[in-house]
Structure formats: C-alpha cells, structure tokens
C-alpha cells in the first residue's frame, strides 16, 4: 500500500517543482528563469537642526521608556480627489486599531496632531535635498509642490505625510551598470514603533517630522547582488555631502520586487543592506510558487468565481485538543471556527519561502488584519501540526468536507471573527490570480510576513496649506558647484592607487574618501597605508573599543601628520587607534606614553640581537628558513615601531639570520 504523502512531502515535492534554488547556490540563468526584477526607494535623514515642517528640535532621540503624555488616536480613511478610498487605509481602518503615541515635550509640537498649519518648509533641508539631488543627476523641478500621502497605519499622527519632489529621472553608477532614477522626494520622517499587540499599536514621536529624502530607482536590477550594490553606493552618494545623519534608523530602504508574471511586492523597511540579498531571492521564488499555486488551482477549479469556502463555529468540547493554545480557549473566551477550503488539498502546505508554506500567508493576514496574535490557527497541512490527524478527520466530517478539501481551525475574540473569516476567504480567492499587492515586512533570516496591502496613488493629494516654492536658477548653480566626488569616481581612484578593495565598504560608509583624498594629494602619503589604516585598522578598533562621544576621523590624520613632523616613524598609528578612539582630545605625548613607547636609536633595537637569536637556539619548535626571522621580528616589533619602519629591521634581520 502507498504511503499517504505528508505535508513535509509536500512541502519539498512542491519546493522543487518550482526550481527553488538556495541563494547560495543561485545563478543569473536561474534568476532570468523566474524574471527576477528589483528596484529601490532608499530614505536617508537629513542633519539639520529642526525638522521640516516646524521649529522643534530634529536628531534628539528618546532612548528611555520616559514620556510625558500620551495621545490615541483611531484612524479613519478619506476620499481622493477623485472621490475614491484607498485600498490600504481601507484594510488598516478594518483592524480597528487604538493608536497610541508616547510625546516628549522637548521633541514635540501642535503641528505634529495637525492642529497647527505648517510652518514654512525647512530651507537647509531643500538646499541638501536639491545637492544630493544634483549629485545623483537628476533634473531639479521648477517649482517644489507639497502633496499630502495618506498613512492609516498609525505611523503618522495626522493620518498623512507631507512630501515632495526635488528632482527627476537620473542615474547612479555601478560597477558594471548604470542604474535609472525615477525620483528624490524631500518628505518628514515618521514615527517609531514601539510595540503592535491586538488592537494597540504604540509609537515613540521623537523622530517624527525629521527631514528625510527618499530616492526611487527603476526596476532595473536583475538578481539580488545588484540590488544590493546599488543601495550601497546611493547610500555613500548620500554620506557623501557629509550632510545626512548616520547609525541606526538615520537610513531605511523599501526593496521592490517582482518575477515574471508577478506583481511589484514592496519589502518594508529594510534596516540592513546586507539583508537585502536574500530577502529579494526569496521574494522573488515567493512569487514564483504563487504563480504555480494558481496554476495548480486553476486546473482543480474550473470557475474561480463560484468557488466558495465553507465554515462552521464549533464547540471545544467536542474535541480532544492536545496542544495548549486550543485546549485554553474557552478560558481565553475564545470563539473557535472550522473552515474547508474546498479542492485545497496540498495547498497549504505548498511551498513559499523557506521554511513557509501557504498556510502562514493566511496566518499572517489573521495576525495583522483580524488582529488575532499567533497562533491563531492550526490546519490539516501543518509542516509542524499542533493536533493529531483524529482532529482534522472529526473536522472533516463536521464540514461535509471532501478528500481533496483543505481544512482548518482558527480562534479569536467573537468581534474579530468576521474580519477573520473575510481575511480568510479574501486570500484563497486571491491565491486563484496569482500574487497580490501587498506591503510586506523583514526579518534577518530572509524571510518576510505580510504587513499591509501595497498603497495606490489614491493616497496622493495637493497639500492646500502650503503653496508652490519656485527654486531660482542661481540658487540651483549655487548648489551644484561644490558638490562631492561621485562613489565609482571615489572607487576608480583608489582601485588606480592600489588601495585594498575590501576597505572600500567601510570607507565609503564613514564618508572617508575626502579625508584620505587629503592625505594622499596634498601631504604626499601613501595611499595603501593610508587606505588600510582607515579601512582594517580603524574598522578593528570600532569593532573592539568603545568609541568617546567627540571623536572623528579628522583626529586620525592629524595624529599621523603630527609623526611625521616629529621624524617619527608612521606605524606608531597603529597601536595609538585604540586610544585615540576611546580619548580623542588626549595629547601626542601622552598617547606615546600610553602605549608605551621609548625613543630609541637603530642600533639600540638590534643591541640584545645574539641573545635572541641563542635564545630561539634552545627553544625553537618549528623548522623552516623563516622560523627564526618571525620569531625575531616579534620579540623586537614593539621596541622597533617608531624606531625603525618594519621592513627595514626584517632586512636587517634577513641578512643576520641567514649567516
């Protein structure tokens, strides 16, 4: 008799019917199989000292748990312009979310819950916006027209987000290829998200109205490396100008992704650039067994538009749940529901990302539309079932369910319920066209969740407290005449001075280019020395020791200038980072006297040479003609560094180690 496939079986029967590769393994021929295709729409927060649209304060963060008060809010849609809703301020009204925002005074203003018309826009933000624009060519708009962006997910306190566009259609370099731009918008920052539970979702306002600008890049990556690439050096264009805020949350991006025969599926959020690679893989093989999920049904059901799933509220008693979350929800005062999804059968448990199957697209959708926190539901598919097949075969029976039916069990509170059941229904229909729109949310692993169905240009709509602001020719040539090196400029130069590529991430990253750019032209240094000081050594430090609040790059070079003023020899930098980084304003002489160093003369070094060589006689372990030459550079390396360069004493040593 043939065994009955399980929903692991099918979970990889399906994984490899669809040509699921692992990112590893991946190749261009198996990302131009699937049509994989990415764009970017990168934010960047701008370092100015109030934020856009009032006077308070911008870049003062709140790191405690201290607030003092709190506003909540409910959220409710608008018509366009054109007298139409959209469909994402649709759904999130549909979660009868209580918003709550936790204010501190310092950082926050009237104009912030739009009971205060908006000041004039920030013009050093316009200024910086209109620079990175011309840095990234684009052509810089005429005239800044403010429109209002409907947000009703909360992020937002007044329900819309002020934004507009400073320049159009442009280009970055890549290595290989020349990326388009669509657009930078000059727009205020949103809230922090605290915490989202059920119904209440609670915000930190600290960052909210911060000058951000958002550049928006065609769809013109074609596997995930390049998207990657791409992010990086928009983000180092940016830094760049040295005008931008850095670390944590100062930048976002949102990755579009898509397959052939797909749809655009925006990936939210996204903290870190090295996520990126596998998040859009994965998304895109996502897309690509939906499409043969509607395939598969599609040949199971002949008219989509008379399917219909049928369901059924249930009493616990009359089952024996084991798992813990079914057997409290009576107590929980819980409401439980049986549903079959007729021809269903192996749907479920169809493969979509790693280590998910269709079942959590539905799961997730409970989670954020009906608000029912995980779990929330267990079904016959289950890769890891909560309940024993007696369960799910009882259930069948309950529901007039067929063998080629799918069924499940889902539980809420009872004024959740109908929001669940048409979540529920919503999604397998969907499943029968393919991929739907949808905004969805990041994790490290590469996978990501459903958040909220993708934003139309319903949402868009001229701000009428804020009129046009012409920009002046002048102003515009003003801007553009002292605008910084491009990245694949930056990058060309550097290959060409034989800097080690693998500094060039963190040098691009901390804006280091102008600084070793200095050393190497108008001091005459050497640019790979200077280039792995800064890109090994100091990423070491950073790594390891804890970096004083006043600290900057520019004290490295003027440390390194100050040696060679007073004769002495430059790899004395190296162990005097550690505590440059952790005292910056401690003096030349006293960081010297820190790390120990004694002025010596050449001979002095080699005076104690025999010795060490008789003693390395008696002790050695190795062989090899270089055993007793590393041995000896270490044993005098520390009482050589600012004595005599380095390879000047292994010269020495080489010819007293080979008599």
């Known amino acids: 008799m043939k065994k009955k496939p399980t929903p692991a079986d099918n979970y990889r029967a399906t994984m490899k019917a669809i040509g699921y590769v692992p990112r590893k393994n991946a190749t261009q021929d198996d990302y131009d199989r699937i049509g994989f295709m990415s764009g970017l729409e990168v934010h960047q927060q701008l370092n100015t000292d109030e934020k856009l649209f009032c006077r308070c304060p911008a870049g003062i963060y709140q790191d405690d748990d201290t607030y003092d008060a709190e506003v909540i809010r409910h959220m409710r849609p608008t018509l366009s312009e054109l007298g139409e809703y959209d469909g994402t301020a649709l759904m999130e009204f549909k979660t009868r979310k209580n918003v709550v925002y936790r204010l501190k005074n310092e950082t926050t203003c009237t104009y912030e819950v739009d009971d205060t018309p908006p000041f004039p826009v ?12 011309l840095l990234k060519k684009l052509n810089i708009v005429g005239e800044i027209h403010i429109t209002r962006k409907q947000y009703l997910d909360g992020s937002i306190p007044t329900g819309f987000q002020r934004t507009a566009i400073i320049g159009v259609e442009g280009v970055i370099e890549l290595k290989n290829k020349t990326i388009r731009l669509i657009q930078l918008s000059l727009e205020e920052d949103s809230c922090r998200e605290i915490s989202d539970v059920g119904h209440w979702r609670v915000y930190k306002t600290d960052r909210l109205g911060m000058p951000l600008i958002e550049t928006v890049t065609y769809p013109d990556m074609v596997n995930p490396d390049e998207v990657a690439e791409a992010c990086q050096v928009i983000r180092f264009l940016n830094r760049s100008t040295g005008k931008v805020r850095t670390g944590m949350g100062a930048a976002r991006q949102d990755v579009n992704v898509s ?10 959020g996204v903290s870190r650039i090295k996520w990126i690679p596998e998040l859009t893989h994965n998304e895109a093989f996502r897309q690509w067994a939906l499409l043969h999920i509607r395939e598969e049904l599609q040949k199971r059901v002949k008219k989509p538009e008379s399917w219909n799933m049928h369901y059924q509220e249930l009493n616990p008693r009359d089952f024996s749940f084991r798992s813990k979350a079914l057997k409290g929800l009576r107590n929980a005062g819980m409401k439980l529901y049986g549903v079959s999804l007729p021809r269903f059968q192996g749907i479920l448990s169809h493969f979509t990302q790693p280590g998910k199957v269709f079942a959590d697209e539905i799961s997730d959708r409970l989670k954020v539309i009906a608000c029912i926190e995980k779990p929330n539901m267990c079904t016959s598919d289950s890769l890891k079932p909560m309940e024993g097949e007696e369960t799910f075969l009882k259930l069948r029976k309950m529901l007039n369910s067929k063998t080629d039916d799918a069924v499940l069990l889902f539980w809420g509170p009872s004024e959740d319920i109908n929001t669940a059941l048409e979540t529920i229904d919503e999604r397998c229909r969907w499943a029968f066209d393919g991929v739907p729109n949808e905004t969805r949310k990041s994790f490290a692993d590469g996978t990501t969740i459903f958040e909220r169905v ?9 701000d009428t407290d804020s009129k046009p602001i012409p920009l002046r020719d002048e102003d515009i040539d003003r801007l553009g005449k002292n605008l910084p090196i491009t990245t694949m400029d930056a990058y060309h130069t550097m290959k060409k001075w034989g800097i080690p590529e693998d500094t060039y991430t963190y040098i691009f990253k901390n804006n280091l280019f102008p600084l070793i750019s200095e ?6 240094e050497d640019p790979v020395f200077i280039g792995t000081i800064f890109g090994h050594r ?9 970096k004083a609040s006043g600290f900057e790059f520019r004290r490295v070079a003027d440390i390194l200038l100050a040696l060679k003023n007073r004769g002495l020899d430059r790899e004395l ?4 980072l550690p505590v440059v980084y952790e005292h910056p304003k401690m003096d030349l002489d006293s960081i010297l006297t820190v790390i120990g160093y004694t002025p010596m003369r050449e001979q002095d070094v080699l005076t104690n040479l025999d010795f060490l060589k008789q003693k390395f006689s008696s002790i050695r372990h190795s062989v090899g003609k270089d055993a007793e030459l590393k041995w000896l550079m270490g044993q005098l390396r520390a009482q050589a560094i600012g004595n005599i360069p380095l390879n000047k004493l292994k ?6 180690t080979s008599n």
């Not at 920030?122 to 624009?133: G, L, P, W």
């Not at 050393?519 to 005459?524: M, Y």
């Not at 930098?573 to 005097?576: C, E, L, Q």
Request: aromatic residues 6%; hydrophobic residues 35%.
């Open 122 to 133: 920030n013009r050093e933000a316009v200024d910086i916006a209109i620079e990175i624009s």
């Open 259 to 268: 397959c052939r025969g797909g749809t655009r599926v925006e990936i939210k």
């Open 454 to 462: 993708l934003p139309g240009a319903d949402r868009m709509y001229p």
């Open 519 to 524: 050393l190497v032209e108008k001091h005459k």
């Open 538 to 546: 100091m990423k070491f430090v950073e790594g390891h020791y804890d």
């Open 573 to 576: 930098i190296k162990p005097m």
């Open 651 to 656: 010269q020495k040593l080489e010819k007293q």
